[in-house]
């Protein structure tokens, strides 16, 4: 598994703000090189071993960095890390 890149304080709060409202998300993410997307409520984020997931209702388990779009809004524009 690759590096982790911390994500953007800006990025994790719309993830959060998500959860929290316990609204259903359109989240695309790079597996192995292709882009999935995925439209379920996130049920939990967490960090393991210095990386952070989410987990959606449907059991898919998201690394934060993966995501290239959320909800239609591509992350490269909030994700300050990924400009670094």
Known sequence: ???YV???CDLYDM???AASNSVNCEIT???EKEEVTVTS???DIRNV???EFMETADGTVIR???IVEFNGK???DINYYQHA
Do not use: G, R, Y
Request: a neutral charge; hydrophobic letters at 40%.
């Open 74 to 76: 591509p992350t490269a």
């Open 41 to 43: 409520k996130i049920v």
């Open 6 to 8: 911390q994500v953007s």
């Open 64 to 66: 934060l960095d993966k």
């Open 1 to 3: 598994m690759n590096n």
């Open 29 to 31: 993410f790079l597996k």
């Open 15 to 17: 993830f959060e703000e």
């Open 49 to 51: 071993s210095n990386s």
